[in-house]
């Protein structure tokens, strides 16, 4: 009876290894052998299960705590190539981890296109930046570009981001309860957000009601593009109808107010980025259509408060972990506002950059924390990068948080060290928290200037005290504790 038993294992051990292997040829045959002699190689690696390609692999790692460690099996099985073929997010790519491939990538827009997962591509709209291409990218990066970034822009915001950050920080040391670090950054980042696009209008729409749907979408965007009931998928593009119905009766309510206001010759109010938008034109009078305007904001709202919440939480959460990092930073911030004169109120552009410490403690928390793992690009025709081929249509998955935790390049890379960055020139490529090239993150100056004054309050005035300090933490889908971030906000008497 026993050796019936072992018997039937041991066939069924057989038929398991035969399908796995089959399968796997077949996957391999199908997205490589059908390429037929190529006149370079493709990099090393597998594509995987049919469907499935890598992404048992990846979950994996970093469900496990080490997120690293997908990776590091990479490098181990295939040497550290710094290239590597393989199935995932749906499409056949090639993952590239060193500096100078990263770099060629993300600048190469000849050979290189946008190449996020379809999701992505629906939900963030038709002319959003993350679809359009060429000419049209260009001509909507020009017009968008001072209307966000631009100096006189940016001053004017601080006034208002530093009253909802001091007001916000204030209420959550009065709790008599632990906060999550991470719901109070996105509520502050959110009420900033609106305020910088829509302004006045923002008493107008339920604030909460707006940040839940686009929880809704940001969920939907790291999905599988199914559109069926129940999927996170198909409520993101219920939120996306949503948002798009908000953001046009607000529209249409500005175009109407700017009418009435050049009929009677009155003053305009201040405007917001909404209405800078509606009026931008192009060198030949052309401004932007009113679906341009609204995936844009659409787009920029979602990033605006989604990616700096994660930021100041993970440099709270640092700082709070480093008492001396702590201790410098604030002594930076009060010998700042000592110099301050005595006719100036409140923050000011000008000694944002004077804040030299802070940003060091900024730019070590995008590289420690790297809550992007990977940004998307896509070969429009077949690619020799570094003496292998990307085929045509591949994805080229420049895997960011590999980059900013390797030790050839940051050496005890796990470690928070800002001091790593006196005097410290990262080479090309090897610091990329918000990309490269023409398609880096056009809110980039804008995120760091609201992180900038939240931790500017925060040091002057506060402590934090962290109720889990040493909490997993969970990198799907995003990097973040699994209490949130969880803590006490003290203020200094």
């Given at each position: 009876?026993?050796?019936?038993?072992?018997?039937i294992?041991?066939?069924?051990?057989?038929?398991y290894?035969?399908?796995?292997?089959?399968?796997?040829?077949?996957?391999?045959?199908?997205?490589?052998?059908?390429?037929?002699?190529?006149?370079?190689?493709?990099?090393?690696?597998d594509?995987?299960?049919?469907?499935?390609?890598?992404?048992?692999?990846?979950?994996?790692?970093?469900?496990?705590?080490?997120?690293?460690?997908?990776?590091?099996?990479?490098?181990?099985?295939?040497?550290?190539?710094?290239?590597?073929?393989?199935?995932?997010?749906?499409?056949?790519?090639?993952?590239?981890?060193?500096?100078?491939?990263?770099?060629?990538?993300?600048?190469?827009?000849?050979?290189?296109?946008?190449?996020?997962?379809?999701?992505?591509?629906?939900?963030?709209?038709?002319?959003?930046?993350?679809?359009?291409?060429?000419?049209?990218?260009?001509?909507?990066?020009?017009?968008?570009?001072?209307?966000?970034?631009?100096?006189?822009?940016?001053?004017?915001?601080?006034?208002?981001?530093?009253?909802?950050?001091?007001?916000a920080?204030?209420?959550?040391?009065?709790?008599?309860?632990?906060?999550?670090?991470?719901?109070?950054?996105?509520?502050?980042?959110?009420?900033v957000?609106?305020?910088?696009?829509?302004?006045?209008?923002?008493?107008?729409?339920?604030?909460?009601?707006?940040?839940?749907?686009?929880?809704?979408?940001?969920?939907?965007?790291?999905?599988?593009?199914?559109?069926?009931?129940?999927?996170?998928?198909?409520?993101?593009?219920?939120?996306?109808?949503?948002?798009?119905?908000?953001?046009?009766?607000?529209?249409e309510?500005?175009?109407?107010?700017?009418?009435?206001?050049?009929?009677?010759?009155?003053?305009?109010?201040?405007k917001?980025?909404?209405?800078?938008l509606?009026?931008?034109r192009?060198?030949?009078?052309?401004?932007l259509?009113?679906?341009?305007?609204?995936?844009?904001?659409?787009?920029?709202?979602?990033?605006?408060?989604?990616?700096?919440?994660?930021?100041?939480?993970?440099?709270?959460?640092?700082?709070?972990?480093?008492?001396?990092?702590?201790?410098?930073?604030?002594?930076?911030?009060?010998?700042?506002?000592?110099?301050?004169?005595?006719?100036?109120?409140?923050?000011?552009?000008a000694?944002?950059?004077?804040?030299?410490?802070?940003?060091?403690?900024?730019?070590?928390?995008?590289?420690?924390?790297?809550?992007?793992?990977?940004?998307?690009?896509?070969?429009?025709?077949?690619?020799?990068l570094?003496?292998?081929?990307?085929?045509?249509?591949?994805?080229?998955?420049?895997?960011?948080?590999?980059?900013?935790?390797d030790?050839?390049?940051?050496?005890?890379?796990?470690?928070?060290?800002?001091?790593?960055?006196?005097?410290?020139?990262?080479?090309?490529?090897?610091?990329?928290?918000?990309?490269?090239?023409?398609?880096?993150?056009?809110?980039?100056?804008?995120?760091?200037?609201?992180?900038?004054?939240?931790?500017?309050?925060?040091?002057?005035?506060?402590?934090?005290?962290?109720?889990?300090?040493?909490c997993?933490?969970?990198?799907?889908?995003?990097?973040?504790?699994?209490?949130?971030?969880?803590?006490?906000?003290?203020?200094?008497?």
């Amino acid at each position: 009876m026993e050796f019936i038993i072992w018997s039937i294992l041991a066939v069924l051990l057989g038929v398991y290894v035969f399908v796995f292997q089959f399968l796997k040829g077949f996957n391999e045959w199908y997205y490589v052998g059908r390429l037929g002699k190529t006149q370079y190689p493709l990099p090393p690696g597998d594509m995987g299960w049919p469907f499935i390609g890598s992404l048992r692999a990846f979950l994996k790692a970093f469900r496990s705590g080490d997120p690293e460690s997908f990776m590091h099996n990479l490098f181990s099985k295939y040497e550290k190539t710094g290239i590597y073929k393989t199935y995932l997010f749906g499409s056949p790519c090639v993952i590239v981890t060193i500096p100078e491939t990263c770099r060629r990538v993300l600048t190469d827009d000849e050979t290189f296109k946008l190449g996020y997962p379809k999701a992505v591509r629906i939900l963030t709209g038709r002319t959003s930046f993350h679809n359009l291409s060429g000419s049209e990218h260009k001509r909507l990066r020009r017009l968008t570009t001072s209307p966000i970034n631009g100096h006189e822009e940016l001053a004017g915001h601080i006034d208002m981001i530093e009253g909802i950050v001091a007001t916000a920080i204030e209420e959550c040391a009065s709790m008599k309860k632990p906060i999550e670090l991470l719901t109070e950054c996105r509520r502050i980042g959110f009420q900033v957000i609106t305020n910088i696009f829509i302004s006045s209008y923002c008493k107008t729409i339920n604030i909460s009601s707006v940040e839940s749907l686009y929880n809704d979408l940001n969920i939907g965007m790291k999905s599988q593009a199914i559109n069926l009931p129940g999927f996170a998928f198909h409520r993101g593009l219920k939120a996306r109808k949503k948002l798009i119905k908000i953001f046009q009766s607000i529209l249409e309510q500005k175009k109407a107010e700017m009418k009435a206001n050049m009929n009677s010759n009155q003053t305009e109010a201040k405007k917001d980025l909404m209405d800078l938008l509606l009026g931008v034109r192009d060198e030949d009078g052309r401004g932007l259509e009113e679906e341009d305007i609204i995936d844009l904001i659409i787009v920029f709202m979602l990033a605006g408060h989604e990616s700096s919440a994660h930021i100041s939480m993970w440099a709270v959460i640092y700082l709070s972990q480093h008492p001396e990092v702590f201790r410098k930073a604030k002594e930076e911030q009060v010998e700042i506002v000592k110099r301050r004169p005595s006719t100036q109120k409140g923050l000011s552009l000008a000694e944002i950059r004077q804040m030299d410490y802070l940003s060091k403690v900024i730019n070590e928390t995008l590289r420690r924390a790297s809550i992007t793992v990977s940004i998307f690009r896509e070969a429009k025709v077949d690619v020799n990068l570094n003496g292998y081929l990307i085929p045509k249509g591949w994805k080229a998955l420049v895997w960011n948080r590999s980059v900013h935790m390797d030790p050839e390049l940051y050496e005890n890379p796990k470690q928070f060290d800002p001091s790593r960055w006196d005097n410290y020139k990262p080479k090309l490529g090897s610091f990329i928290p918000f990309g490269a090239g023409v398609r880096v993150c056009p809110g980039s100056a804008l995120a760091r200037l609201e992180i900038s004054a939240f931790l500017h309050y925060l040091l002057l005035n506060y402590t934090v005290e962290l109720v889990n300090p040493d909490c997993p933490v969970t990198y799907v889908p995003t990097a973040r504790p699994t209490d949130l971030g969880l803590a006490r906000i003290i203020k200094v008497t």
